[in-house]
């Protein structure tokens, strides 16, 4: 077996890919969502591949399921059971403003996902060492659980006490009770998840985690079904936030993992790419049709937290640091007291763009694209889906033209450099505000307007080069493929940074390697293909925040602390003479999943021939120009193209203009650079 399938979810179409390890064979098939029944979109998107699932080799998904149900407050009703005394963390929270509300004097924090009424206490007590201070009262736990299930009719239960980061026996013992009690009921636990300290952020952590399990676990039930009945045979692997995949089952463990699955795998996508292709820094830009998704790549590493924030609840989990707004192809251009505004709503699969002909009546960023020429109608997804650029300009004339006293054009062209901008500020906050030049970050745009957006992007920000990938459209689909099995477990452990107190961690990373091992097995991993990573969360004495610093074997306490320093400065621009203190410890566990090269692309003398051509608007000059149109399937290695100028690809378009030009690498990539880069 030799073919790969991955499908990824997006707001407005679901990218389902079929890769030839083999040839290096790329099939991909794009459906709408189906936000009514999500499981029906994917098993539309393998059916139309034509692939025969019980000769895949593997099959991966990414899903943004959980997080559109924290975002739009539609997950399972959730009851909370924890120390008594402590049933108002979640009220409570931290008293800390957001730094982009900063000053906004009406702020109000998000309201709980649990009200009061659901959220209970038992007498258990344990101290910070883990010791039992008061032993866990089993009766009350049956009691509470029978309160929120047969009272308030609840099906799904957070488990979180004090100090279980310290010691779980209690919370996975109330668990077992609750379980064994109520067996069609799902119940989280915190020490599942994370075993760090920061009651507020652990609570608030697993009850994300059970706002979503019933909504996730009743959708992979009916995918795995439904994948079973076209043929498939291997295990289904879900992307995890921050990399890396796991089988089904174990994301319905825990699948608050599986939170920026999608996005995920268009990091891991263009991690992947960077190694291949020796590109030390690269910002990763996803544009689909809901949201703008950005990531930096430093060093041919992304850059990784683990503790994160959705909709202003925390969440202490392995995550990409990935930077999302509200702004793709599906953005809404509307007028608020005069001003334009572009995003965070969206139009979606239903009723989609204006020129989608289905209900639509919201001019969208795409209508825009539309407007200026910039994507032909009779060829949009390679000519599988009818649309209307009339009916684009009809609505931009007559919802944002009107209203602002300019003509067509203008404001078509101000929908799109209000979205850069928005985008702009994003990019800035991952990387000027961290220190970092993104002059000196290649941009590599995919998604399915990454292409469309990316190069007035990098003229607004000065960037060198633009990457597009192959297959840039189904791109985030494609990382998964290229993605290893991992899984992360950590503990909270605060101690000097010292020889002796390194040498003490070692019965701590112990327990944690047994349930990577665990973890492993369950995944089916070969032992010549597992992987473990040992890290420690450093700070200096006296600090609140911590940088992870990898553990390699002989390290002394100077070894870490000097790496740590140099962390330390490269994020804060300084490094301090003071003792360290370490955090906590965690440990990666990694199945390596093989790899194919990048396929070199025939080289082919001279310039490309244009197919055709057409009249767009062109950014760079401030007018309509003649843009020549190239089909992407007929590029050769070596070749160039000067902007203006269109190339087409079915389910993408990339668009350059006159400042700046294109080239295609050895291996099919496109690379736009401003005309002069380089000189």
């Known amino acids: 077996m030799s073919v790969k399938v991955a499908v990824d979810i997006g707001g407005t179409f679901v990218d389902a890919v079929a890769y030839d390890t083999a040839t290096g064979a790329i099939r991909v098939h794009k459906v709408s969502t189906t936000p009514a029944a999500p499981a029906e979109g994917v098993l539309q998107g393998v059916a139309a591949l034509q692939a025969d699932l019980s000769e895949v080799e593997s099959f991966a998904h990414g899903t943004t399921l959980g997080l559109n149900a924290i975002l739009q407050r539609n997950g399972a009703r959730v009851g909370v059971i ?30 709980p996902l649990v009200p009061r009424r659901h959220r209970l206490g038992v007498p258990e007590r344990l101290d ?19 309160t929120l299930v047969e009272q308030h009719g609840l099906r799904s239960i957070a488990v979180c006490f004090l100090h279980s980061y310290a010691n779980p026996a209690h919370e996975q013992r109330a668990a077992q009770v609750l379980r064994e009690a109520f067996p069609g009921v ?9 075993r760090e300290y920061r009651e507020y952020e652990r609570t608030s952590t697993v009850v994300l985690d059970a706002y979503i399990r019933p909504v996730l676990n009743d959708y992979l039930d009916q995918l795995e079904k439904g994948l079973a009945g076209l043929g498939l045979t291997e295990h289904l692997h ?20 599986t939170v920026l699955s999608g996005p995920a795998g268009g990091v891991v996508g263009a991690t992947f790419l960077a190694r291949e292709l020796g590109l030390d820094n690269v910002l990763s830009f996803d544009v689909g049709g809901t949201s703008v998704d950005a990531c930096v790549i430093v060093d ?11 909709d202003g609840l925390p969440l202490l989990i392995p995550i990409y640091d990935i930077r999302t707004i509200g702004a793709g192809g599906g953005s809404i251009a509307w007028m608020d007291a005069g001003l334009l505004k572009v ?36 060829a949009f997804l390679g000519g599988a889906m009818t649309v209307s650029a009339d009916a684009a300009r009809a609505a931009i004339a007559q919802k944002v033209a009107g209203p602002l006293g300019l003509d067509e054009t203008a404001a078509a062209a101000s ?26 970050f290649t941009l590599m745009a ?119 320093g140099e962390l330390h400065q490269a994020r804060h621009g300084h490094a301090m003479d003071v003792a360290g203190q370490i955090f906590s410890v965690r440990l990666k566990a990694v199945g390596e999943e093989p790899k194919p090269g990048l396929v070199t692309l025939p080289g082919k003398p001279g310039s490309p021939e244009a197919a055709g051509s057409r009249r767009a608007f062109d950014m760079a000059a401030r007018d309509w120009a003649d843009f020549p149109v190239y089909e992407r399937a007929g590029f050769g290695a070596g070749q160039v193209v000067q902007g203006p100028a269109i190339v087409e690809e079915g389910t993408s378009t990339t668009v350059f203009f006159s400042d700046q030009t294109l080239r295609v690498d050895a291996h099919g990539h496109l690379l736009i650079t401003s005309n002069g880069a380089g000189e």
């Open 186 to 194: 799902a119940v989280s636990v915190s020490s599942d998840l994370t």
């Open 82 to 111: 924890t120390t008594e005394g402590f049933s108002d963390v979640l009220e409570i929270a931290r008293a800390g403003i957001p730094a982009d509300r900063m000053y906004d004097f009406v702020y109000q924090r998000p309201r």
């Open 415 to 440: 929908i799109l450099e209000i979205l850069v901008a928005r985008t702009v500020g994003a990019m800035r906050e991952i990387t000027i505000e961290r220190g970092l030049d993104p002059r000196e």
């Open 128 to 146: 910070a060492s883990g010791a039992v201070v008061v032993p866990l009262d089993e009766a009350a736990v049956l009691e509470a659980g029978r």
């Open 238 to 257: 879900i992307m995890r936030s921050g990399g890396g995949a796991m089988t089904a089952a174990l994301a319905k463990q825990a699948p608050l993992h």
């Open 343 to 378: 995003g965070p709503r969206s139009a979606g699969a239903v009723p989609g763009p204006v020129a989608y002909g289905k209900g639509g009546t919201e001019p969208t960023v795409t209508d825009a694209a539309f407007a200026l020429g910039w994507l032909d109608p009779g």
């Open 446 to 564: 995919f998604g399915g307007a990454g292409p469309l957006i990316a190069p007035m992007l990098a003229r607004e920000m000065d960037l060198g080069t633009t990457l597009v990938p192959a297959v840039p459209a189904a791109f985030s689909a494609f990382g998964m493929l290229m993605s290893d099995l991992e899984y992360e477990f950590a503990a909270t452990t605060m101690v000097p940074l010292s020889d002796s107190s390194l040498a003490d961690l070692a019965p701590t990373f112990a327990e944690l390697q047994a349930r990577a091992v665990e973890a492993l097995d369950a995944q089916h991993v070969p032992d010549e293909n597992r992987r473990l990573v040992r890290t420690v969360d450093v700070r200096y004495l006296g600090q609140e925040h911590s940088l992870p610093v990898e553990l390699r074997e002989g390290d002394t306490a100077a070894d870490v602390l000097a790496r740590f």
């Open 300 to 310: 041919g590493s992304p850059t990784e937290v683990h503790e994160a924030e959705i």
